[in-house]
């Protein structure tokens, strides 16, 4: 069973800064994608940035140029390193792998941005 635990959620002030670590219990390279999703409270989830297997990242408009999905391979971690953070930003905040059989999720961690 693939396991994947995030950690660095926070309570933080409008423009401050967050990192969030993603570790999974397999190899990431084995993987179509890891990806960084969202929630926030009465809204539906969805897709915040994603890397690929072949390292290729994809982020949504929102957040182009204030947040960077990185990895290291060796530990089985993506990171989502969120810069200028927003009110609008405040959500659960999960992370994801793609496999060719089904997708795994996190249990999520929480990020509040004040104002």
């Known amino acids: 069973q693939v396991q994947l635990v995030e950690s660095g959620g926070g309570l933080v002030q409008a423009g401050g800064s967050l990192r969030l670590s993603c570790v999974a219990s397999i190899k990431i390279l084995s993987v179509n994608a890891m990806g960084w999703h969202r929630q926030a409270p009465g809204k539906q989830r969805e897709l915040v940035a994603d890397?690929?297997?072949?390292?290729?990242?994809g982020y949504t408009d929102a957040v182009k140029g204030r947040f960077t999905i990185s990895r290291d391979i060796a530990k089985n971690t993506v990171y989502l390193q969120m810069n200028s953070l927003k009110p609008d930003d405040t959500a659960v905040y999960y992370c994801n792998a793609n496999t060719r059989n089904r997708d795994y999720w996190g249990k999520g961690t929480l990020v509040t941005v004040s104002s």
């Open positions: 890397v690929t297997g072949g390292g290729g990242t």
